[in-house]
């Protein structure tokens, strides 16, 4: 959500809550993926870190915290609405062109428009270079944008939206985020500490709605039966190929 253009709507807290509950995360993943991906209700996601004292895992542990549900939806669109005194608004959703994108943007328009009456969603499907451009200019009002960690740390994906981070072009700002982010990354002696951190800002975003979560990506791949040792990572490169072997099979093809 861009909250940097002059007299934008989303820098009302209740649109963002409202545009972020009014999209049902589980039809999008099973009719518009329809390869595993799984929905969001989060910004880390499942299996990518664990309580260093308990182990569980990250995403379990500070639960579902932007959840799909359209009368609350309609709700905060109310208020919202009041609050900027207007009875309509209209949004521009900007995402790349492929056909996947395509379909992704016509999904969220359509539930959109559906779930928040007096919201306007127009649609700008541009080529991924074009895109990242306009992001970096702050032109656009929604973005469709995605993130893959480097490395195994709630941090990661977590410090993108603190107020002076390079890839935090939204304008979000919540100096008691950013305290909490500075905390994780200087505090590397109390764990325990460390990680309540993290899962306090997590909450404080999803609070704000400063991001919507749609979903956690997945990947439909064929696989040769006889293709053994495949090193496959959630995070950094998606395979690693060093300990591949053909276990048996006469002819590769």
């Known amino acids: 959500f861009n909250q940097q ?36 209700n989060g910004l880390v ?23 799909y549900n359209a009368e609350e939806a309609k709700t905060y669109f109310e208020q919202g609405l009041a609050e900027l005194g207007v009875e309509s608004i209209t949004l521009e959703l900007l995402s790349d062109d492929t056909e996947n994108a395509k379909r992704s ?7 959109l428009q559906t779930n928040l009456p007096g919201l306007t969603v127009t649609l700008r499907n541009v080529p991924f270079k074009v895109r990242l451009e ?18 195994a740390d709630p941090i990661n994906f977590l410090e993108l939206f603190q107020t002076e981070n390079g890839n935090n072009k939204s304008g979000y700002s919540n100096a008691e985020y950013d305290a909490l982010i500075d905390e994780a990354r200087t505090n590397v002696t109390d ?11 997590e ?40 300990w591949a072997s053909n276990s048996g099979a006469q002819n590769v093809d």
């Open 105 to 111: 943007s016509e999904f969220l328009q359509s539930q």
């Open 134 to 151: 306009a992001d970096t200019a702050g032109e656009y009002d929604i973005e469709l944008a995605g993130w893959g960690a480097d490395y």
């Open 203 to 242: 909450k404080i975003l999803m609070e704000d709605a400063g991001i919507a979560p749609l979903y956690q990506r997945s990947y439909a791949v064929l696989q040769k039966p006889y293709v053994t040792d495949l090193g496959e990572h959630l995070v950094g490169a998606d395979y690693s190929y060093k």
């Open 191 to 201: 764990l325990d500490a460390r990680w309540a951190s993290l899962l306090a800002a």
């Open 45 to 67: 996601p499942e299996k990518l870190a664990l309580d260093p004292s308990t182990g569980e895992d990250y995403r379990k542990q500070n639960g579902d915290l932007l959840t």
């Open 5 to 40: 253009r002059e007299a934008t709507p989303l820098q009302n807290a209740n649109i963002r809550k409202a545009l972020a509950m009014a999209f049902d995360k589980q039809a999008y993943a099973d009719v518009v993926l329809q390869n595993g991906s799984i929905p969001a």
